[in-house]
């Protein structure tokens, strides 16, 4: 497939745009958010990350199988000083809920939109496309695609246009430009040793450009290994690197599924607040639902 038959949102918002797809999260969308709220229930989308949690778990992180999120004593409560402690992050490890920046993925040398790498990235600091775009934090509405009610997606499934366009058929609600799709195929996300998980193709990322999708925030996301050797990554490679769609890795979504098919609504606002820590390529977040 060439670059060419690709979605591109590339110089939709100007050459230097560092918001990408979530310049459609607008007032009109964030006001379509706030009337989602009915009933006030809210639920995290995030994992856990206590790093006893994720010894010996599912995931099959990079070497070395570390977790997440490290913690090192700094002061332990003797008079004058309180408790403290220092962390170590890996803001992109499977095991932890974060949103990918726009230069967390570059592709022909360029970083979301038309920036070149070398100009993006100078010195070992990040200037363009880093989490500074999104350090106000999100507000938009959630939209909830349930992939296999009741059950899970088969290993290693494609997900396709048909998929969605299904799921979406099944909720009655059709999704708007700007909004975020929640998508629950019914695993855990990470990399599994033992079975290989459903992963999403560039047919489903065509979908998500034909709606004009802010954010993707699956119980998946790419497949690892790769189900299409042409773009082995469509959502890093086509929908953060051409479309610049906000990617949240990490999530859980079976308690949203469940509150969701209790109230009989698939729609909620969905809030996104990380840490206003900016030049960075990733950082972790705590999407919540709010119905």
């Given amino acids: 497939m060439t670059s060419t038959q690709l979605p591109d949102n590339r110089g939709r918002w100007g050459d230097t745009d560092e918001l990408g797809a979530l310049n459609l999260v607008d007032d009109a969308a964030r006001a379509r958010a706030a009337s989602a709220v ?25 070497s070395p199988p570390s977790p997440p999120v490290q913690q090192a004593l700094l002061h332990t409560g003797t008079p004058p000083m309180g408790m ?8 992109h490890h499977p095991a932890l809920t974060h949103i990918d920046a726009l230069v967390h993925m570059p592709i022909d040398g360029v970083v979301f939109p038309t920036v070149p790498l070398g100009e993006a990235v100078t ?7 880093s989490t500074s775009a999104v350090a106000a934090g999100i507000v938009t509405r959630g939209v909830l ?43 855990t996300f990470g990399w599994s040793a033992d079975e290989q998980g459903p992963g999403v193709t560039v047919d ?39 479309l610049g769609m906000a990617l949240i890795d990490g999530v859980t979504v079976e308690e949203l599924a469940q509150v969701s098919a209790e109230l009989g609504c698939p729609v909620f606002m969905l809030v996104v607040a990380p840490p206003r820590i900016g030049g960075l390529t990733g950082i972790p977040v705590n999407p919540v639902a709010v119905f």
Avoid: C, N
Wanted: glycine share 12%; net charge negative; no cysteine.
């Fill in 123 to 129: 010195g070992g600091v990040v200037t363009h496309g």
């Fill in 204 to 242: 489903a990322v065509r979908w998500l450009h034909d709606r004009d999708v802010a954010i993707w925030a699956g119980d998946v996301g790419d497949s690892f290994p790769p189900l299409d050797q042409d773009v082995p990554m469509p959502l890093h490679m086509v929908g953060l690197a051409r």
């Fill in 84 to 91: 403290a402690e220092v962390l170590t992050v890996t803001p």
């Fill in 38 to 62: 009915q009933v006030g229930r809210w639920v995290s989308l995030a994992l856990s990350t206590d790093p006893a949690s994720m010894l010996g778990g599912p995931f099959a992180p990079p």
């Fill in 145 to 187: 695609l349930d992939l296999a009610p009741g059950g899970r997606l088969p290993s290693a499934h494609p997900i396709t246009a048909d998929d969605l366009y299904a799921a979406e058929a099944r909720s009655g609600v059709r999704v708007e430009p700007g909004d975020a799709l929640v998508v629950r195929t019914g695993w």
